[in-house]
């Protein structure tokens, strides 16, 4: 009996092994034995045992989100947040902070308007809070702030910075909290 072995085994052990035996791998199932084969064409392949391992799945604990805020340039009361993870994201908070270039003093010099208290957070003084729901994966959650249009905006520069997941509710993916913050600009006449 000829036996025939593929040049990938022709080194190591196993081709030994299965030229002592006297089993070819490319053979019917019939002449072989014990030996489970798959139809390739006209080919035979190599039984289950010789297979390599398939590529293993990324464990669901490294799925972690990414939350990125997203500011108009310039500033146009709509805010966003996208998850640009791999993961899906709890509950947050984004808050939004509002300061005139040259102010002095407490409150950024930004204006006041109705509707702005709905935005007030405790822990978060003198910024504007987002609660942003829970996000998927590639998802984004669009915001417009319903006070913007009653805004009287004095001749000045304003910057706005805007930090997702203030709170470090949401266990990101690493790297992930480099990312948390952006800013923008209003300049009016």
């Known amino acids: 009996m000829k036996t025939r072995i593929p040049k990938y085994l022709v080194s190591g052990s196993v081709a030994l092994i299965l030229a ?11 002449r072989a034995p014990g ?8 080919r035979q392949a190599l039984p289950p045992r010789f297979r390599p391992a398939p590529k293993a799945l990324p464990e669901l604990s490294k799925l972690k989100p990414d939350l990125v805020p997203l500011l108009h340039k310039p500033m ?6 996208k998850n640009q993870g791999a993961g899906a994201a709890g ?15 407490g409150g950024g010099g930004c204006p006041d308007a109705p509707g702005l208290s709905r935005y007030s957070h405790p822990a978060y003084p003198d910024k504007v809070v987002i609660k942003i729901p829970a996000l998927p994966a590639g998802k ?3 915001h417009k702030l319903v006070f913007w249009n009653d805004l009287v905006w004095t001749s000045g520069i304003y910057g706005f910075v805007a930090i997702a997941d203030v709170a470090n509710t949401v266990d990101e993916a690493p790297g992930g909290e480099t990312n948390n913050t952006t800013g923008s600009t209003l300049n009016t006449p």
């Open 140 to 142: 984004v959650y669009e």
């Open 91 to 105: 509950p947050s908070l984004l808050t939004l902070d509002c300061r005139k270039r040259g102010h002095r003093g």
């Open 35 to 42: 030996i489970e084969h798959e139809d390739i064409g006209n």
């Open 76 to 81: 146009n009361g709509l805010v966003r947040v």
């Open 20 to 30: 002592v035996s006297g089993i070819d791998l490319f053979a019917a199932p019939s």
